[in-house]
């Protein structure tokens, strides 16, 4: 009888250890993606994450573990080179069966261009025609539970007729879109069925869990969305200044404008001039809220609203401060909301 249990249970952990072995090995690069696709994944398998919350997309070198969980990988998902240039060379490696999605160049989705000056202007803010051409492709794998959902993130995005120009601005260390979209809930429903469909394409027996848990995750931000914007109602209209423009995805999505940016980019600090340029537009026009950022000097912040009545807080668009998993991306958004509006 114990041989016979024994046996039983060698047989049991086989077919287990089988089981697990057939759950693709998936790997994403920053928290608020991997939250998304551990919500895809959940009850079936957990991503690897590359970049650490608290690490900078931009400087991030990778470890020997990150090497490691890349080259393994059967899927993996990634913003995309505005964000992270330096992941393409590594990603470039990779065995030609391995499973590549850039969330930024998927069907469905419209992409923003990065405002230009440390003001950003009332006639900026219009439809943005740039990327069109996303809306135009038929994605056959997306099309599963109301994906057409997705489409009302167009309204009021913004408009840029000086593009050419764009190469100039200082310490410029993006491409030609602004990389944040995931700060759109929109858009992260679009990338929910995205990451659906390219799982069930390696691992189809277990394409109803991923379709299903995408539609919950779906449902769950709309629920999220509600939350939000009642946060919100209480500040609309009201002027605030970011660090740095990460979070015009963000404004579209729930209907408030930032009036400007104390640095350009992630990975450049602003010049003697825009910190004065920024600095007039709080006192002149009376901008009550300075967001600061956890990974970025605050002297800068303190030097925008020195002798002003602004009032300052910090708000972050990476979950720094959040544990990592299937929870992280509402939390990040609501944190976002929750500090803008006790900024005020």
């Given amino acids: 009888m114990s041989n016979k249990f024994l046996s039983t249970t060698s047989a049991f952990l086989l077919s287990t250890s089988m089981l697990v072995a057939d759950v693709p090995k998936v790997t994403v690069d920053i928290a608020p993606i991997h939250s ?5 994944m959940n009850g079936v398998g957990k991503p690897d994450l590359i970049i650490p919350a608290g690490a900078s997309p931009h400087e991030y070198q990778l470890k020997p573990s990150n090497a490691k969980s890349l080259q393994n990988a059967d899927i993996v998902f990634w913003i995309g080179e505005d964000l992270t ?64 959902d997705h489409d ?21 260390a993006h491409g030609e879109h602004d990389p944040h979209a995931w700060l ?31 539609k919950s995750a779906r449902d769950n931000i709309d629920s999220l969305m509600s939350e939000v914007n009642s946060i919100l109602d209480p500040i609309r209209g009201k002027k605030f200044v970011v660090f740095h423009d990460a979070y015009q995805y963000f404004e579209k999505s729930f209907n408030v404008s930032a009036s400007g940016a104390i640095s350009l980019g992630d990975a450049s600090d602003p010049s003697p001039a825009r910190l004065s340029e920024i600095r007039r537009r709080v006192v002149d026009e009376a901008v009550q809220c300075v967001l600061a950022e956890p990974q970025y000097d605050p002297g800068l912040v303190k030097s925008v609203v020195e002798g002003t009545d602004a009032k300052t807080t910090v708000i972050d668009p990476l979950g720094v401060s959040l544990e990592t998993g299937p929870n992280l991306y509402e939390n990040l958004i609501r944190n976002l909301a929750t500090n803008l509006a006790k900024c005020f």
């Fill in 36 to 40: 998304l696709v551990s919500k895809v």
């Fill in 85 to 148: 240039p330096w992941l393409e060379k590594g990603l470039s490696s990779l065995t030609q069966d391995a499973s590549i999605t850039s969330l930024l160049g998927v069907d469905g989705i419209k992409l923003l261009s990065f405002r230009e000056g440390a003001l950003f202007e009332a006639h900026d803010h219009g439809d943005h025609d740039d990327h069109d051409d996303h809306d135009d492709h038929d994605h056959g794998k997306e099309k599963h539970d109301d994906h057409d």
């Fill in 152 to 172: 009302d993130h167009d309204h009021g995005k913004k408009k840029h007729d000086d593009h050419d120009d764009h190469d100039d601005h200082e310490g410029h």
């Fill in 184 to 214: 759109s809930p929109q858009i992260a429903k679009v990338w929910l069925n995205v990451i659906a469909a390219k799982l069930s394409e390696v691992d189809p027996d277990n394409a109803a869990s991923y379709f299903s848990n995408a």
